[in-house]
């Protein structure tokens, strides 16, 4: 890399076209301007001007390097510029969430890229574990998750709550050993089926569900598109749990039977990044939708 003591005193002799000009302006001698020009050239391997007693002229090479100077110090301003700038609509917001929320939330966040066209959103569907060791690692910067992490390695905060559905085909009739329908009915497995199982048969109190063991229930099918997650549900395959909101939007409800607990089952959500990270202002306005659609359901 070029000194860039040197490339400035190159810069300003060829703007001032005069030595002691030079010195002058750079509080410098003369033989010091002198000497950061041979050092210059000794560097390029150059000779980058041409001396003629008391003035002198731009090599080629001179010129060359000269235009590279002045683009450094054009770069150096715009960074500058860009540190000190901080816009809530422009950048890129890299976020993490669970399948069914993403599908939820998606189309919220759609609509203020639509409002803003350079603040560019890109969601993630991801399991907790996977969402946490991307924020950590910097791949994500902000991530909605339902365990509470590690408080010493990310910043925590409670953003809603949402009721978990265990759901059933339509046509099928409530035992009255609900936990031996299960497992005639088997699993339709998806991402996040085992962690709202289990959380489903905790908050329950469904006496029929204690015996369970959810890594001997039957899997009937696996899905990882959300979207597509109750389709074998709705024809009778098999049983899964899901959030509400991703319930409330299948398109055929008449097919499917949510299962009434003597317990609703609730799980929290929490909003995290990694530890003592401020983000840039943009993400303020993602949040503010966030907690928007999080402050309806509660409503």
Not at 31 to 52: F, M, T, W, Y
Not at 93 to 105: D, E, F, H, K
Not at 175 to 193: C, F, Q, Y
Not at 211 to 237: D, F, M, T
Request: glycine share 6%.
């Amino acid at each position: 890399m070029l000194n860039p003591t040197w490339l400035k005193t190159f810069v300003t002799l060829v703007d001032t076209g005069h030595f002691t000009k030079t010195a002058e302006k750079l509080f410098m001698t003369q033989p010091g301007v002198s000497q950061h020009i041979n050092k210059l050239e000794k560097a390029c391997g150059q000779a980058l001007i041409q001396r003629d007693k008391k003035s002198f002229d731009l090599t080629e090479q001179g010129l060359l390097v000269y235009q590279y100077a002045e683009q450094l110090v054009k770069n150096e301003h715009e960074l500058l510029e860009q540190l000190g700038f901080d816009n809530p609509f422009v950048g890129h917001c890299r976020l993490a969430c669970s399948g069914a929320l993403a599908l939820i939330l998606y189309p919220k966040l759609l609509e203020i890229q639509v409002a803003h066209s350079q603040l560019i959103v890109q969601l993630k569907a991801a399991p907790n574990h996977q969402i946490l060791h991307e924020i950590q690692n910097g791949i994500t910067d902000l991530g909605i998750v339902t365990d509470v992490p590690n408080s010493s390695l990310f910043d925590i905060q409670e953003i809603g709550r949402e009721q978990l559905c265990l759901v059933l085909p339509a046509k099928v009739e409530i035992e009255d050993d609900s936990g031996d329908l299960l497992t005639k009915l088997g699993l339709i497995n998806h991402p996040d089926a085992k962690h709202y199982l289990s959380l489903y048969f905790e908050q329950s109190h469904e006496s029929d569900f204690s015996h369970l063991s959810i890594e001997q229930l039957p899997v009937a099918g696996y899905v990882n598109q959300i979207s597509q997650i109750l389709e074998p549900v709705a024809k009778g395959l098999g049983f899964t749990v899901l959030p509400k909101s991703a319930v409330d939007m299948f398109q055929d409800p008449q097919c499917l039977k949510v299962f009434q607990p003597q317990k609703p089952v609730i799980e929290t959500l929490y909003r995290v990044k990694k530890r003592n990270r401020v983000l840039p202002a943009r993400f303020e306005t993602v949040i503010s939708t966030l907690q928007g659609h999080f402050d309806n359901l509660s409503c």
